[in-house]
Structure formats: structure tokens, C-alpha cells
Nanobody
Framework: VQLVESGGGLVQAGGSLRLACAVSGGTFSNYDMGWFRQAPGKEREFVAVIPRGGGSTYYGDSVTGRFTISRDDPKNTLYLQMNSLKPEDTAVYYC????????????????WGQGTQVTVSS
């Protein structure tokens, strides 16, 4: 299974970005999918998760109310809409899929993308 992120870049504080993750080689609709991020010198941090079939979504405390995760199963694509961006949102963002167990732990996920850089300037 391959996950390829896109949509990262440089944005000013208060701005917005939309990340996308194209999934191939597997049955996307069968997978719970999510996003993690990693800032320099820090551990990977849970951002958001959406279960297979849609339904309830879950977010990390630092992004709740600003970020929205969604999925388009016919297009095999996962999205992350990021609004009201802050400099502390600067990180590499990873698309992840097919967790075993705890949604909030990076080690639970079987599939990872290569990451896309998001930089928020103040």
C-alpha cells in the first residue's frame, strides 16, 4: 500500500492549507486513516483520525476546532483542512493508515506516507 501526501508549503500565521493523501495498492475504504506530524526535535504527534466508512472523527488537543479530517473513498484520498494556522503547527505531516489498536499511538499504524512539510511563518 502506498500513501502519497501533497499540499504542504509555506503559509503565514492565520492562513489555511489543505493536505491530501492519495492511497494506492490497497482497499482504501477498508482502512481507518489519520494524520500525524513531527516538528524538529520532537516526537511524532497525533493530529486526527477518521474511521472507515466515515463517522466520528477525533483530533489532537492542539488542533481541535482548527483542523478537519475527511475522506473521499471513490477517489482513494484522505484530506486535512488546516485553518487558523499557527507557527507551532510547523512540522512534517504524515498520512497514516490501518491502525492496530490505539488511534493515538504512531506505532499502531501499518501504513505511512513519506510526509509533507508545512511551515507557518509569524
Amino acid at each position: 500500500v502506498q500513501l502519497v501526501e501533497s499540499g504542504g508549503g509555506l503559509v503565514q500565521a492565520g492562513g489555511s492549507l489543505r493536505l491530501a493523501c492519495a492511497v494506492s495498492g490497497g482497499t482504501f475504504s477498508n482502512y481507518d486513516m489519520g494524520w500525524f506530524r513531527q516538528a524538529p526535535g520532537k516526537e511524532r504527534e497525533f493530529v486526527a483520525v477518521i474511521p472507515r466508512g466515515g463517522g466520528s472523527t477525533y483530533y489532537g488537543d492542539s488542533v481541535t476546532g482548527r483542523f478537519t479530517i475527511s475522506r473521499d473513498d471513490p477517489k482513494n484520498t484522505l484530506y486535512l483542512q488546516m485553518n487558523s494556522l499557527k507557527p507551532e503547527d510547523t512540522a512534517v505531516y504524515y498520512c497514516v493508515g490501518h491502525p492496530n489498536g490505539n488511534y493515538y499511538k504512531a506505532s499502531s499504524y501499518n501504513y505511512w506516507g513519506q510526509g509533507t512539510q508545512v511551515t507557518v511563518s509569524s
